[in-house]
């Protein structure tokens, strides 16, 4: 069975991180990042899968503000609890904005689309998410090479190959479920308050 999952990270995995950087992505980014210090993955491929995944996201989501305004869709994320403030903040702050909007959890999908609803130029949106998403691979990435190189010294060398990538989806999902349950923790203290 470890040699079918490790098969089918290895053909599907970047498409995997790719996809899973589209929304949030934290967790995506980070296990990517293990895979590439596991050799599973190569890194430039990590790196280039969470990047394209993070920037197509934020644009997709920029571009939906932008040119579906009266869309179900748009409409549905006018309606989430940040979204005024974040639609606050981008027409106070644009640049600053768009660089730091990805950082913010839970802000990423309602940011994207204030600020394509906002006033700022595509070109200009598009260069500052390329140099965001490429500082957030970076340090996502990092986070997943880093803790590949920390698990492999508290654990040892012994480990096969199929034991690595068990270890990496499990830190995966520890992370999901930490995320988790930290933006359901803040959606109801924003709530009550």
């Known amino acids: 069975m470890t040699d079918s999952i490790h ?11 790719f996809v899973g950087c589209l929304a949030e992505g934290e967790s995506a980014a980070i296990i990517a990042g293990f895979f590439a210090h596991q050799q599973v993955f190569v890194p430039w491929q990590a790196f280039l899968a969470v990047f394209a995944g993070a920037f197509g996201g934020d644009t997709l989501f920029f571009l939906s503000g932008r040119r579906f305004a009266n869309h179900a869709f748009v409409g549905r994320m006018r309606e989430k609890p940040g979204f005024d403030r974040a639609y606050r903040l981008v027409q106070e702050h644009p640049v600053f904005y768009v660089l730091i909007n990805r950082y913010i959890y839970g802000f990423r999908l309602v940011g994207g689309v204030a600020a394509g609803l906002s006033g700022i130029r595509l070109p200009l949106f598009m260069t500052l998410n390329a140099i965001s998403s490429a500082i957030w691979t970076a340090l996502f990435c990092g986070v997943g090479y ?6 492999e010294q508290i654990i040892g060398h012994a480990l096969l190959k199929h034991e690595r990538l068990l270890i990496g989806l499990a830190a995966g999902l520890a992370v999901a479920l930490a995320a988790g349950l930290a933006a359901r923790y803040l959606s109801r203290r924003r709530r009550a308050a």
């Open 7 to 17: 098969l089918l990270i290895e053909k599907y995995g970047l498409i995997a991180a």
């Open 146 to 151: 880093v803790f590949g190189i920390g698990a």
